[in-house]
């Protein structure tokens, strides 16, 4: 995706900066993941004990999709997750001729064993099972809820949640995909229950709903890759427990507690909601419905 913003990177960071004197600091999300290290006494590249002193080594999988990456290019500050990475960086005191990018696998990342990277940002949920193996820093991403549907369709150029009010609308059962329609959305009709995802695809295609709703990464996913003309209609405000994105570490890795400040830090001073509407709603197209 080509966008018309400047690359969130280390040394061109003054749009970015500039953009961040206009947000007030926000209270910290209450959904955080405990760190399973503890902060060092020192979180700068003097004091982390990383894979090369000096380097940051930040992993990913190839290709890297948009809009979490851009161009396939994870070194260039385009996409979300490149933003973050370079930010959390930032945090640390790293330059950005101090980060070094390594391709690694999804699995590999949250396999038990040593890595091959310092911190690794690939759309990773924070999970149970998961921490068994890996450490994860605070997260940095709450999934947002998406509407999506297929072009011509009646709801194709909705902008407010007022659009939808009369859609024929669809979910799986039991997600907060359905409870966000339940509950943010509110249309006249009862929604749709499917049992799964793929279902629920299929009644968009064949038109028995006019629009189905799914999480922002899957409908990144569904749109681009699954359904023929597909389009996100846009993103709604958060309900229920939303899932998580963290950042990757090794098991017991001193870098957690520091990586995990830096993230903090960043949601706390609205850098984190800038880079989100930046990269997840503007540059994406898929905007807020209010």
């Not at 947000?23 to 020192?42: G, K, N, V, Y």
């Not at 790293?94 to 990342?109: E, H, P």
């Amino acid at each position: 995706m080509v966008s018309r913003f400047t690359p969130v990177a280390l040394g061109g960071a003054a749009l970015l900066l500039a953009a961040l004197t206009a947000c007030a600091p926000a209270d910290e999300d209450e959904t955080t993941a405990t760190p399973s290290a503890a902060p060092t006494a020192t979180c700068d590249p003097a004091s982390l004990k990383t894979l090369t002193a000096g380097k940051l080594t930040v992993g990913t999988d190839t290709p890297a999709y948009e809009p979490w990456f851009a161009d396939n290019k994870p070194d260039n500050g385009k996409g979300f997750e490149s933003a973050v990475a370079y930010q959390v960086a930032q945090r640390l005191g790293y330059q950005q001729s101090d980060v070094v990018w390594a391709q690694v696998g999804f699995n590999n990342a949250i396999a038990p064993g040593p890595k091959a990277f310092d911190i690794d940002v690939n759309q990773f949920s924070i999970t149970d099972e998961r921490k068994k193996a890996v450490d994860f820093s605070s997260p940095y991403y709450l999934v947002r809820q998406t509407v999506i549907t297929t072009k011509g369709s009646k709801i194709a150029g909705a902008k407010t949640l007022a659009d939808l009010k009369d859609a024929k609308l669809g979910a799986q059962v039991g997600t907060t995909s359905y409870q966000a329609i339940t509950d943010v959305i509110k249309p006249a009709g009862q929604p749709q229950v499917f049992n799964n995802n793929d279902d629920a695809k299929k009644a968009l295609e064949n038109g028995t709903v006019d629009g189905i709703v799914v999480d922002l990464p899957t409908a990144f996913y569904m749109t681009g890759a699954e359904l023929e003309n597909g389009v996100i209609v846009g993103q709604l405000a958060q309900v229920g427990v939303p899932e998580q994105f963290g950042i990757v570490l090794d098991k017991g890795s001193p870098l957690t507690g520091c990586v995990s400040k830096a993230v903090d830090q960043l949601r706390q001073d609205g850098t984190l909601a800038v880079l989100e509407k930046t990269w997840l709603a503007d540059t994406a197209g898929a905007p807020e419905l209010q």
